[in-house]
């Protein structure tokens, strides 16, 4: 089993940063392969970013390349997400899974096992 509690979404103003955590507790962090998704109001859960489990390779939405960074630190058994350059479309809940059957990212959130509990992020115009 896998346990993942987001942190650090909040209200930002349009063009600033957010940098979003995701704590994994329950196995070895390092073999997973570990995802970013999000969720607005009237829409469906849409794949951000993920990374493999060496993070050597990564992956992102058209919609956040050039503006959003997934790293992570395996030493600490986190992943985090930097947001720079905000949009108001970028609103939304911010939920992170973990993929315990690939070793490269994957983008459909049926692949992923477990999810944590979600983190606001409100960005105002």
């Known amino acids: 089993q896998v346990q993942l509690v987001e942190s650090g979404g909040g209200l930002v103003q349009a063009g600033g940063s957010l940098r979003l955590s995701c704590a994994a507790a329950?196995?070895?962090?390092?073999?997973?392969?570990m995802g970013w998704f999000r969720q607005a109001p009237g829409k469906e859960r849409e794949f951000v970013t993920a990374i493999s489990w060496t993070g050597r390779s990564t992956d992102y939405a058209d919609s956040v390349k050039g503006r959003f960074t997934i790293s992570r630190d395996n030493a600490k058994n986190t992943v985090y997400l930097q947001m720079n350059s905000l949009k108001f479309e970028d609103t939304a809940v911010y939920y992170c899974?973990?993929?315990?059957?690939?070793?490269?990212?994957?983008?459909?959130?049926?692949?992923?096992?477990?999810w944590g509990q979600g983190t606001q992020v409100t960005v105002s115009s």
């Open positions: 899974a973990a993929d315990v059957r690939t070793v490269v990212p994957v983008k459909d959130p049926y692949e992923y096992e477990y």
């Open positions: 329950g196995r070895t962090f390092s073999t997973l392969t």
